[in-house]
């Protein structure tokens, strides 16, 4: 009896043990952080997040900071992991986050973020769909599902689109709503010989009430001209050359999804890359850059201009109502840029800023949205591996018109004290998000 009870103390003890082993090893493994405020209105707090990785105790975890706290990717879900964050993201639009809670049977399978429409009257998603192999079998649909808001009522139309036989993929960049008509906007790629492969924008205008197609019209066309690779000769190049040519296009739409606007930014680019014998290349590309008005169908052409000193290792492009601003910055400053889409013309009070007038030695990272810049600061010096732990990392909010700093703030352990030095030297922020929440 005596050998019965002590295996059943000594059982006791083990379970013991290795529950307090592993309620530490929780503890140490995933401790607690979160965004506190410096300087300025820790509200700004609110509308950031910054992600990283915490290095200490058994492997690198993935996690995200907020002034809320710290969340852990180990503790999300397989939609949260292998959905949400690898094919789209509505963490920076805040009405889309509304919706997906206010309108969820509405909401749910529809993942682009660039599909959705909403005013007071209508909440539309469009998609391109298509079908069968590329050739004379390939069908390409438009797929548009609208509701209602006043009755709840959800109609959905399926629109065929002509020439699809050389469409390689449709992919829907913007949806608005002028009167009673949907415009949306479709980036298409074309096959073909190499001299006809092409890409395209083209604003395919439905009917609201019947979903019958009203009109296509090509907004902006690119042709490859010359292929992928080929080798030529033709001119001054030599057959020891290849020459590559590429094509990208991109739309700027409305930042805030829920507010309509009668424009979106068309970004189009060429660029031809010579390589020679000697594995030297040279490229050259020529942007073209033009605001699309829906109601009129008029290209207005912006005189937009990369600042010669800028490095251009990071850019962004944001547009607010006829508003179309450029950020670009590298380790040293950041630039800002405004134009008016109406006029085509750079507007007055462009921003210049160093890391040194921000209170730092490098920009890590700078994110711009709803007027605001979200900028990732190194405050200290890089260690032996060229990177820089929590402690030497802040968080700083500009506004985009004035320049001036409305809060700076750095991830705090949230545990005890005395432990706060080791947790943030194992914290490594590298990414900052704005959240896209309204002011």
Do not use: C
């Not at 992600?51 to 969340?71: D, I, Q, R, W």
């Not at 298509?130 to 808001?149: H, N, Q, S, T, V």
């Not at 604003?203 to 609201?208: E, F, I, R, T």
């Not at 007055?348 to 600061?377: C, F, H, M, P």
């Amino acid at each position: 009896m005596k050998r019965y009870i002590l295996s059943i103390g000594l059982l006791a003890f083990a379970v013991g043990s290795v529950g307090s082993y592993y309620a530490i090893g929780s503890s140490g493994d995933t401790p607690e952080y979160r965004l506190v405020a410096t300087e300025g209105d820790a509200a700004e707090g609110e509308r950031f997040t910054i992600s990283g990785h915490y290095l200490g105790g058994v492997g690198s975890k993935s996690l995200e900071v907020s002034a809320e706290g710290t969340e852990y990717r180990l503790g999300m879900s397989f939609y949260d992991v292998y959905v949400r964050d690898t094919r789209y993201s509505f963490s920076e639009y805040e009405d889309l986050r509304d919706l997906k809670r206010e309108k969820r049977n509405f909401m749910r399978a529809r993942s682009n973020v660039n599909g959705f429409y909403k005013d007071a009257e209508w909440l539309i998603y469009a998609e391109g769909i298509l079908y069968g192999l590329e050739g004379p079998a390939r069908l390409a649909e438009l797929k548009i599902d609208l509701m209602e808001e006043a009755t709840g009522r959800v109609t959905n139309y399926r629109i065929t689109t002509d020439n699809s036989t050389r469409f390689q993929w449709l992919a829907v960049e913007d949806v608005q709503r002028i009167g009673d008509e949907v415009h949306v906007l479709a980036r298409v790629r074309l096959s073909g010989s190499p001299e006809d492969i092409a890409e395209e924008f083209r604003d395919y205008v439905v009917d609201l009430r019947s979903g019958q197609l009203v009109r296509e019209a090509v907004v902006v066309s690119e042709k490859l001209g010359g292929g992928i690779g080929a080798p030529l000769t033709n001119g001054n190049t030599s057959a020891t050359q290849a020459v590559m040519n590429e094509i990208s296009l991109s739309a700027v739409s409305n930042e805030v999804r829920s507010q309509p606007s009668e424009y979106v930014v068309l970004r189009s680019s060429t660029s031809r890359t010579i390589h020679d014998e000697g594995g030297k290349k040279e490229t050259t590309t020529e942007w073209r850059i033009t605001a699309y008005n829906y109601r009129t169908g008029e290209l207005t052409p912006l005189s937009e201009s990369i600042p010669a000193s800028a490095s251009g290792s990071g850019t962004e492009y944001r547009l607010s109502g006829i508003r179309y601003s450029v950020m670009y910055y590298d380790i040293d400053k950041l630039w800002l840029k405004h134009y008016n889409v109406t006029t085509g013309q750079e507007e007055a009070g462009n921003l210049e800023l160093t890391s040194a007038q921000l209170g730092g030695k490098a920009i890590d990272q700078v994110r711009l949205a709803q007027n605001r810049l979200y900028v990732l600061l190194q405050t200290g010096d890089k260690d032996a591996r060229r990177m820089a732990d929590s402690r030497s990392i802040a968080a700083v909010v500009i506004d985009a018109d004035s320049g001036k700093v409305l809060y700076r703030g750095e991830a705090v352990y949230t545990g005890a004290a005395g432990k706060a030095e080791e947790f943030r030297k194992n914290l490594w922020l590298t990414n900052i998000q704005a959240l896209g929440k309204s002011r």
